[in-house]
């Protein structure tokens, strides 16, 4: 392609070479693009563990190096050589090439290279898609993207918190727990009825100031990945919590009112899963907390009709795990605990500013006490 046809359009006799700034551009936009290719194919086989050959095709996904930059590397820098080439000979024939190329590779990826890879990779290729250029690079394309926040809701990151974090954190739950007791909150209900304990956003600000500077640390991650300008609930007392669930505990199927909420896993546990259902709700926009989103939530929350359209996602509880969703758009629940040990995690919560739900008029927000006003679902008012 860079060669063959090149040096069939310059014919045997070859050209006078025309030393000039545009042929030094051309130069060195043929360097370029071969650093660029030999760069692309060791990724193909490096990171994708695969080759260029169709039999062969990349294993896993390719998007770090030049891939994080545009989408289709391999084809830039082939397009890069060829218009060096153009230049270089001072060949209209190689610059009509260098079109024909781009317009066969771009309808070659936009009809059957990106539906084939999203099929293949399913939402990580969409969100990739979502974050970088196809042929342009995106100024203010972000990494962290990648893991799926922007398009899929969900974003997970491991070693957030050290194991040493995670145990100093626990003791001081511990000893709190051992001073003031925490809150059981109990509920009947379907599938997985709702059953934790919690030391709730006041106490936490009043006794640990470490859960309250976390609250803020990844209150800034969250704006980073979201592209959003989030801040912590107005109502202090469901803002940031701490839940506990012992052996046998679950929590029931939900939507979060706020906008993204972020869950940090203090230990290693046996079950305790969160379960989740990416983007799945249907939102009504700002009649999301009518009567008709309820029954449009509850109508696409039997399990088979989440296993037909849902995207799912089961999150193990690991020290130091941070999983960031959009609380208002993705069903989640908590699957049983079944071994012995507690499963101790913070919930950090946010939304827009000014952001008020009409259910922090009452203190009882989210359903700590028995005596709601009237027992309704605070996801929905
Ligand atoms: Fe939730």
Not at 55 to 79: A, H, T
Not at 111 to 131: A, S, V
Not at 170 to 183: L, M
Request: neutral net charge.
């Amino acid at each position: 392609m860079t060669l063959l046809v090149p040096y069939l359009i310059l014919g045997s006799r070859g050209r006078m070479l025309n030393i000039g700034w545009l042929s030094l551009f051309g130069l060195s936009l043929i360097l370029i693009g071969t650093a660029g290719l030999i760069w692309c194919i060791w990724q193909f086989f490096a990171e994708g563990r695969g080759t260029l050959a169709p039999v062969d095709p990349p294993k896993e996904l390719v998007i770090n190096g030049l891939y994080q930059i545009v989408r289709n590397p391999m084809y830039v820098s082939v397009l890069s050589i060829l218009i060096g080439e153009s230049l270089f000979f001072a060949s209209t024939g190689i610059l009509i090439e260098a079109a024909i190329f781009f317009a066969a590779t771009h309808l070659f990826t936009v009809f059957y290279e990106e539906p084939y890879l999203k099929h293949q990779f399913g939402p990580i290729y969409e969100n990739y898609q979502h974050t970088v250029g196809r042929w342009l690079p995106r100024l203010q394309a972000k990494r962290q993207a990648y893991d799926t926040f922007g398009s899929i809701g969900i974003y997970l990151l491991d070693e957030y918190l050290s194991p040493e974090e995670c145990a100093a954190l626990r003791d001081k739950i511990t000893q709190y727990r051992r001073e003031h007791g925490d809150v059981l909150v109990e509920r009947d209900g379907g599938e997985r009825p709702l059953k934790y304990s919690v030391i709730d956003g006041v106490k936490i600000k009043e006794h640990l100031p470490d859960v309250t500077g976390l609250y803020e640390r990844v209150n800034e991650l969250v704006n980073r990945i979201s592209s959003l300008k989030l801040v912590p609930l107005e109502n202090e007392q469901v803002s940031c919590n701490i839940n506990i669930m012992g052996a046998g505990n679950t929590y029931r199927w939900h939507y979060d009112r706020n906008a993204v909420t972020a869950i940090l896993y203090l230990n290693d546990i046996e079950g305790g899963e969160t379960e989740c259902y990416a983007n799945y709700r249907i939102s009504l926009g700002n009649a999301r907390f009518s009567k008709f989103q309820r029954i449009l939530d509850k109508a696409l929350q039997p399990e088979t009709i989440r296993k037909i359209f849902g995207r799912h996602r089961v999150v193990a509880p690991k020290a130091g795990r941070l999983l960031v969703m959009r609380g208002d758009r993705c069903l989640h629940s908590v699957r049983p605990v079944t071994g012995d040990e507690e499963r101790i995690n913070l919930i950090m919560s946010y939304d827009l500013p000014g952001t008020k739900f009409s259910v922090d008029e009452r203190l009882d927000g989210y359903l700590y006490g028995h005596e709601n006003a009237d027992g309704s679902d605070p996801n929905y008012v």
